[in-house]
């Protein structure tokens, strides 16, 4: 018995490495990205923290898709990405409304899955992904600067404070990934691909209403809707 189940594990892992296949690429990405934002919008101390405006984002890197059968990959890579949006919030201390404008840069590594059709016409095949993000804040602007003046902490006397906007946003995010389009085969092995994906961040990002300012349950949240156009080798 032990004899056969060795043998048949053999020849399982001889016939994975056999069908096997790594296709590498790169993909740029122009996005539309906003910040989910909430927070208490009644009672004392209330912030009523709100998204007010998308921005355009963009981002790209390298593609590895590792296949483990004939439409089936587990998908990862490294991205530079864009993200953010504006937000704006109630002011207890001054009880004034401000807008930030709030873009951040991050290193992402997808985790997830793709699933590819057959043809569906000569060397096109449709797919579907489906899986998570890993990313980390390398850079941060607010309202294009990386030090932000707030107005809100100011006094009669005293000017306002001054902090660098990378401080402003926890460095680790996470999300939810899903999305489909076309693979186009181009000669021998080069592929074009075209598809739509969203990225639904699932971590609170914020760092400084909560530590420096001390509103109460504020939170900031990325959401991201990207065109993806690239080519594997």
Do not use: C, W
């Not at 990405?81 to 997808?110: C, F, H, M």
């Not at 693979?183 to 909560?210: C, K």
């Not at 349950?217 to 080798?233: Q, R, Y």
């Amino acid at each position: 018995m032990k004899k056969l189940l060795l043998a048949l594990g053999v020849t399982f892992l001889t016939a994975g490495a056999a069908s096997a296949q790594v296709e590498i690429g790169l993909k740029v990405s122009p996005s539309i990205t906003n910040l989910r934002a909430d927070s208490p919008r009644n009672g004392t101390g209330a912030t009523g923290f709100k998204n007010e405006k998308s921005k355009v984002g963009f981002g790209g890197g390298v593609i590895i898709d590792y296949f483990f059968g004939q439409n089936y990959a587990f998908s990862s890579g490294l991205f530079l990405t864009g993200k953010g949006g504006t937000v704006s919030y109630l002011d207890p201390a001054k009880n004034l409304r401000y807008e930030q404008k709030i873009g951040i840069q991050y290193l992402e590594v997808p985790i997830s899955l793709k699933l590819f059709t057959n043809d569906i016409s000569e060397g096109t095949k449709v797919y579907f992904q489906v899986g998570g993000t890993l990313a980390g804040a390398i850079a941060a602007r607010i309202d294009g600067e990386k030090y932000y003046t707030d107005p809100g902490t100011s006094t009669p006397g005293t000017p306002p404070t001054e902090s660098r906007a990378s401080k402003h946003v926890i460095i680790p995010d996470v999300g939810l990934l899903g999305g489909a389009g076309v693979e186009y085969l181009l000669g021998q092995s080069t592929r074009l691909i075209a598809g739509l994906s969203y990225h639904h961040g699932i971590v609170n990002i914020d760092r400084y209403f909560d530590n420096t300012r001390k509103f109460n349950n504020v939170t900031l949240k990325n959401s991201e809707v990207a065109l993806d156009l690239g080519i594997k080798f």
